[in-house]
Protein backbone atom coordinates (compact mmCIF):
# COMPACT_ATOMS: atom_id res chain seq x y z
CA UNK A 1 0.00 0.00 0.00
CA UNK A 2 0.90 3.84 -0.43
CA UNK A 3 2.92 5.13 2.68
CA UNK A 4 1.77 8.00 4.43
CA UNK A 5 4.60 9.98 6.84
CA UNK A 6 3.63 11.85 10.11
CA UNK A 7 6.25 13.79 11.51
CA UNK A 8 7.18 14.17 14.67
CA UNK A 9 6.31 10.31 15.94
CA UNK A 10 6.47 12.06 19.14
CA UNK A 11 6.65 15.35 21.18
CA UNK A 12 6.32 17.32 24.53
CA UNK A 13 5.84 20.65 24.78
CA UNK A 14 5.05 23.24 27.72
CA UNK A 15 1.53 24.56 28.36
CA UNK A 16 0.97 27.49 26.01
CA UNK A 17 2.81 26.41 23.39
CA UNK A 18 2.19 25.65 19.69
CA UNK A 19 2.81 22.54 18.20
CA UNK A 20 2.99 21.57 14.30
CA UNK A 21 2.64 18.01 13.16
CA UNK A 22 3.16 17.15 9.36
CA UNK A 23 1.72 14.68 7.52
CA UNK A 24 2.93 13.63 4.19
CA UNK A 25 2.02 11.42 1.31
CA UNK A 26 5.02 9.94 0.35
CA UNK A 27 4.69 8.22 -3.21
CA UNK A 28 0.90 9.42 -4.26
CA UNK A 29 -0.89 12.61 -4.43
CA UNK A 30 -3.39 13.11 -2.20
CA UNK A 31 -6.24 15.24 -2.46
CA UNK A 32 -8.12 14.84 0.71
CA UNK A 33 -5.98 14.30 4.64
CA UNK A 34 -8.04 13.67 7.57
CA UNK A 35 -6.77 14.85 10.97
CA UNK A 36 -8.08 12.39 13.99
CA UNK A 37 -7.27 12.19 17.70
CA UNK A 38 -7.60 9.09 19.58
CA UNK A 39 -7.51 9.11 23.38
CA UNK A 40 -5.78 6.40 25.63
CA UNK A 41 -8.38 3.59 25.06
CA UNK A 42 -10.29 4.60 22.91
CA UNK A 43 -11.03 4.55 19.24
CA UNK A 44 -10.07 7.15 16.66
CA UNK A 45 -12.40 10.40 16.36
CA UNK A 46 -12.25 12.56 13.19
CA UNK A 47 -10.98 16.03 13.62
CA UNK A 48 -11.26 17.48 10.32
CA UNK A 49 -10.94 16.79 6.92
CA UNK A 50 -8.73 19.04 5.10
CA UNK A 51 -8.67 18.99 0.97
CA UNK A 52 -5.57 21.02 -1.00
CA UNK A 53 -5.73 24.16 -1.50
CA UNK A 54 -9.05 25.07 0.59
CA UNK A 55 -10.25 25.48 4.41
CA UNK A 56 -10.53 22.14 6.12
CA UNK A 57 -13.57 20.96 7.51
CA UNK A 58 -13.92 20.67 11.17
CA UNK A 59 -16.08 18.21 13.03
CA UNK A 60 -18.86 19.49 15.31
CA UNK A 61 -17.15 20.65 19.11
CA UNK A 62 -13.42 20.52 17.29
CA UNK A 63 -12.15 24.60 17.65
CA UNK A 64 -10.92 25.75 14.17
CA UNK A 65 -8.72 28.33 15.52
CA UNK A 66 -7.11 25.55 18.29
CA UNK A 67 -6.44 23.07 15.74
CA UNK A 68 -4.70 25.03 12.19
CA UNK A 69 -5.21 22.37 8.84
CA UNK A 70 -3.18 23.73 5.96
CA UNK A 71 -3.06 21.61 3.40
CA UNK A 72 -0.99 23.62 0.74
CA UNK A 73 0.00 20.74 -1.54
CA UNK A 74 -1.08 17.40 -2.94
CA UNK A 75 1.13 15.93 -0.37
CA UNK A 76 1.37 17.89 3.09
CA UNK A 77 -0.46 18.32 5.13
CA UNK A 78 -0.52 19.85 8.72
CA UNK A 79 -2.04 20.43 11.82
CA UNK A 80 -1.02 23.29 14.41
CA UNK A 81 -2.04 22.72 18.28
CA UNK A 82 -2.10 26.36 19.21
CA UNK A 83 -1.59 27.17 22.74
CA UNK A 84 -1.55 23.86 23.87
CA UNK A 85 -3.31 22.53 27.25
CA UNK A 86 -2.59 19.39 29.05
CA UNK A 87 -5.75 18.56 27.95
CA UNK A 88 -4.52 18.35 24.24
CA UNK A 89 -2.42 15.52 25.17
CA UNK A 90 -3.25 12.74 22.90
CA UNK A 91 -2.59 10.67 19.83
CA UNK A 92 -3.26 12.47 16.40
CA UNK A 93 -3.15 10.53 13.30
CA UNK A 94 -3.54 11.64 9.72
CA UNK A 95 -4.78 9.90 6.52
CA UNK A 96 -4.38 10.52 3.11
CA UNK A 97 -6.71 9.38 0.44
CA UNK A 98 -5.33 9.29 -3.41
CA UNK A 99 -6.26 11.26 -5.72
CA UNK A 100 -8.85 9.56 -8.12
CA UNK A 101 -12.58 10.30 -5.92
CA UNK A 102 -14.63 8.94 -2.93
CA UNK A 103 -13.80 5.55 -3.21
CA UNK A 104 -10.34 5.23 -3.26
CA UNK A 105 -8.45 4.21 0.03
CA UNK A 106 -7.21 6.41 2.54
CA UNK A 107 -4.13 4.99 3.93
CA UNK A 108 -2.95 6.36 7.85
CA UNK A 109 0.07 7.59 9.30
CA UNK A 110 2.04 6.15 12.08
CA UNK A 111 0.11 8.55 14.20
CA UNK A 112 1.87 11.74 16.82
CA UNK A 113 1.73 11.15 20.56
CA UNK A 114 1.55 14.75 21.70
CA UNK A 115 2.21 15.41 25.11
CA UNK A 116 1.81 19.09 27.24
CA UNK A 117 2.97 19.58 30.33
CA UNK B 1 -22.12 9.14 20.46
CA UNK B 2 -19.68 6.46 17.40
CA UNK B 3 -21.52 6.58 14.21
CA UNK B 4 -20.44 2.53 14.34
CA UNK B 5 -21.58 1.19 16.65
CA UNK B 6 -18.69 -2.32 17.46
CA UNK B 7 -19.09 -5.27 20.45
CA UNK B 8 -17.85 -6.38 22.20
CA UNK B 9 -15.37 -3.69 23.10
CA UNK B 10 -13.53 -6.14 24.91
CA UNK B 11 -12.42 -10.11 24.68
CA UNK B 12 -10.36 -11.99 25.90
CA UNK B 13 -10.27 -15.78 25.19
CA UNK B 14 -7.86 -19.09 25.03
CA UNK B 15 -5.82 -19.58 21.92
CA UNK B 16 -7.82 -21.75 19.73
CA UNK B 17 -11.10 -20.76 20.30
CA UNK B 18 -13.11 -18.91 17.27
CA UNK B 19 -14.26 -15.68 17.74
CA UNK B 20 -16.46 -12.83 15.99
CA UNK B 21 -16.54 -8.89 16.62
CA UNK B 22 -19.79 -7.02 14.86
CA UNK B 23 -20.24 -3.13 13.33
CA UNK B 24 -23.95 -2.17 13.25
CA UNK B 25 -25.16 1.46 12.64
CA UNK B 26 -28.19 2.93 11.12
CA UNK B 27 -26.35 4.29 7.90
CA UNK B 28 -25.52 3.10 4.97
CA UNK B 29 -21.98 2.68 3.77
CA UNK B 30 -20.24 3.20 0.57
CA UNK B 31 -17.51 0.94 1.70
CA UNK B 32 -16.45 -0.65 4.96
CA UNK B 33 -12.94 -0.99 6.35
CA UNK B 34 -11.49 -3.35 9.31
CA UNK B 35 -8.34 -1.86 10.75
CA UNK B 36 -6.03 -3.67 13.55
CA UNK B 37 -3.89 -0.82 15.70
CA UNK B 38 -1.18 -2.01 17.78
CA UNK B 39 -0.39 0.46 20.85
CA UNK B 40 1.50 3.45 19.97
CA UNK B 41 1.20 2.91 15.95
CA UNK B 42 -1.25 3.75 13.34
CA UNK B 43 -3.91 1.48 12.18
CA UNK B 44 -3.02 -1.04 9.37
CA UNK B 45 -5.69 -1.99 7.03
CA UNK B 46 -6.85 -5.70 7.05
CA UNK B 47 -10.29 -5.84 4.29
CA UNK B 48 -12.10 -3.47 2.52
CA UNK B 49 -15.85 -4.99 1.65
CA UNK B 50 -17.79 -2.71 -0.85
CA UNK B 51 -20.85 -4.55 -2.25
CA UNK B 52 -23.55 -5.76 0.16
CA UNK B 53 -23.12 -9.36 1.08
CA UNK B 54 -19.83 -9.63 0.06
CA UNK B 55 -17.50 -12.15 2.38
CA UNK B 56 -13.40 -12.05 1.93
CA UNK B 57 -11.78 -14.42 3.47
CA UNK B 58 -7.69 -13.35 4.75
CA UNK B 59 -5.95 -16.40 6.26
CA UNK B 60 -7.93 -17.57 9.70
CA UNK B 61 -9.91 -14.01 9.54
CA UNK B 62 -13.17 -14.23 7.39
CA UNK B 63 -15.03 -10.37 6.77
CA UNK B 64 -19.01 -10.01 6.21
CA UNK B 65 -20.41 -7.03 4.59
CA UNK B 66 -24.04 -6.89 5.04
CA UNK B 67 -26.41 -7.02 2.19
CA UNK B 68 -27.55 -3.35 3.38
CA UNK B 69 -23.80 -2.46 3.62
CA UNK B 70 -25.33 -1.05 7.15
CA UNK B 71 -23.31 -3.55 8.88
CA UNK B 72 -20.22 -6.15 9.05
CA UNK B 73 -18.75 -8.83 10.97
CA UNK B 74 -15.15 -10.02 11.54
CA UNK B 75 -14.75 -13.46 12.49
CA UNK B 76 -11.17 -15.43 13.82
CA UNK B 77 -10.68 -19.18 13.87
CA UNK B 78 -8.35 -20.70 16.10
CA UNK B 79 -7.45 -17.20 17.22
CA UNK B 80 -3.59 -17.32 18.33
CA UNK B 81 -1.61 -14.98 21.02
CA UNK B 82 -0.51 -13.04 17.69
CA UNK B 83 -4.13 -11.75 16.68
CA UNK B 84 -4.12 -9.47 19.75
CA UNK B 85 -4.80 -6.22 19.54
CA UNK B 86 -7.55 -3.63 18.89
CA UNK B 87 -9.57 -4.14 16.12
CA UNK B 88 -11.51 -1.40 14.62
CA UNK B 89 -14.22 -1.03 11.86
CA UNK B 90 -14.27 2.01 9.88
CA UNK B 91 -17.14 3.54 7.31
CA UNK B 92 -16.81 5.47 4.18
CA UNK B 93 -19.94 7.84 4.87
CA UNK B 94 -21.90 9.08 1.36
CA UNK B 95 -19.63 12.40 1.48
CA UNK B 96 -16.64 10.40 1.60
CA UNK B 97 -15.01 10.45 5.01
CA UNK B 98 -14.10 7.79 7.29
CA UNK B 99 -15.78 7.15 11.02
CA UNK B 100 -14.58 4.72 13.38
CA UNK B 101 -16.07 2.32 16.05
CA UNK B 102 -15.38 2.02 19.13
CA UNK B 103 -13.04 -0.96 18.57
CA UNK B 104 -12.74 -3.82 20.39
CA UNK B 105 -9.52 -4.85 22.42
CA UNK B 106 -8.84 -8.46 21.91
CA UNK B 107 -6.46 -10.52 24.21
CA UNK B 108 -5.32 -14.24 23.20
CA UNK B 109 -4.06 -16.05 25.74
CA UNK B 110 -1.82 -18.72 25.36
Known amino acids: GAVVSQHPSWVICKSGTSVKIECRSL??????MFWYRQFPKQSLMLMATSNEGSKATYEQGVEKDKFLINHASLTLSTLTVTSAHPEDSSFYIC?????????????FGQGTRLTVV | TQLLEQSPQFLSIQEGENLTVYCNSSSVFSSLQWYRQEPGEGPVLLVT?????EVKKLKRLTFQFGDARKDSSLHITAAQPGDTGLYLC??????????FGAGTRLTVKP
Open chain 2, 90 to 99: AGRTQAGDMR
Open chain 1, 27 to 32: DFQATT
Open chain 1, 95 to 107: SARELGGMNTEAF
Open chain 2, 49 to 53: VVTGG
